[in-house]
């Protein structure tokens, strides 16, 4: 019986370090994330704990607006010169959440979807740190990531998240779009504090068909203002939905 005491409290001491380390786990992650046929690169930071994350952009210091023309007299805009940080916040008790850049204008976002993760045996080494294999289809893409349970957060980059462990690296099956760890620290007392929202911040944010059609909105306004601005008499210019040399989506919000 003394024995059997032993064992249970040892048991108990083990689950009680396992469930403390994973109560105060937090830290900071750099990725570099890119879209092929965009030609977008950026870095972000992903801040993290075992509650919550806040994946932010780093805006560039001499974004501005723009136009350029090319010599076949193609004409090119940099909409953008808003430099708050688009973001993406996961809580798991608020819900996910996220912040996107249209034609200079921030939509904020709430978002209800649920990743189904296919495990594989796969194993490697990202840094220190030893990580699994795993697949998801999401939004007509297949990806691809490793994650590590030795951060033990359901967390990861961009809307890539529920694993039993932090994601450090993924991409699609194309490569057209991929995120690679470029620091990683952990525990360490200089991490900032994750962002963290009011109810009442949170409360602000639009549902996804709502987000679609104020999408649309303003790139329907954005054509109509290149429009007025061409010669008298020329045809109004107008939004191809199945042109080829646009670029693909990342994400289609219908099935395709």
């Not at 806040?54 to 805006?59: D, L």
């Not at 912040?99 to 080494?125: G, M, P, Q, R």
């Not at 990806?143 to 349970?149: E, F, L, N, Q, S």
């Not at 030795?150 to 490569?175: C, R, T």
Request: with cysteine; glycine share 4%.
């Amino acid at each position: 019986m003394k024995n059997l005491n032993i064992f249970f409290l040892v048991i108990f001491a083990c689950n009680s370090i396992m469930m403390f380390g994973q109560k105060n786990v937090q830290g900071k992650i750099v990725y570099e994330q890119r879209i092929e046929s965009a030609n977008y690169l950026k870095s972000y930071n992903l801040y993290f704990d075992s509650e919550k994350s806040y994946y932010e952009e780093k805006v560039k210091a001499n974004l501005e607006k723009s136009e350029t023309k090319e010599e076949d007299g193609t004409t090119f805009y940099a909409t953008r010169d808003n430099k708050k940080p688009q973001f993406y916040f996961n809580s798991t008790d608020k819900g996910f959440f996220f912040s996107e850049v249209i034609l200079n204008k921030h939509l904020f976002v709430k978002e209800d979807f649920k990743l189904k993760w296919e495990l594989s045996n796969e194993i490697k080494s990202i840094g220190e740190y030893k990580c699994q294999k795993a697949t998801t289809n999401f939004r007509g893409r297949k990806y691809t990531v490793w994650y590590t349970t030795e951060i033990p957060v359901v967390f990861g980059p961009w809307k890539l998240h529920g694993l039993s462990g932090l994601i450090l690296q993924a991409h699609d099956d194309k490569n057209y779009f991929q995120i690679n760890v470029k620091n990683i620290s952990v525990n360490s007392d200089s991490q900032m504090k994750v962002t963290d929202f009011s109810e009442e911040d949170l409360s602000t944010a639009m549902s996804v068909p709502v987000f679609i059609e104020t999408k649309i909105k303003l790139q329907e306004e954005f054509i109509a203002k290149l429009s007025s601005r061409l010669p008298q008499g020329a045809a109004p210019l107008q939004i191809d939905k199945n042109c080829k040399d646009c670029g693909e989506e990342l994400e289609y919000f219908e099935e395709k």
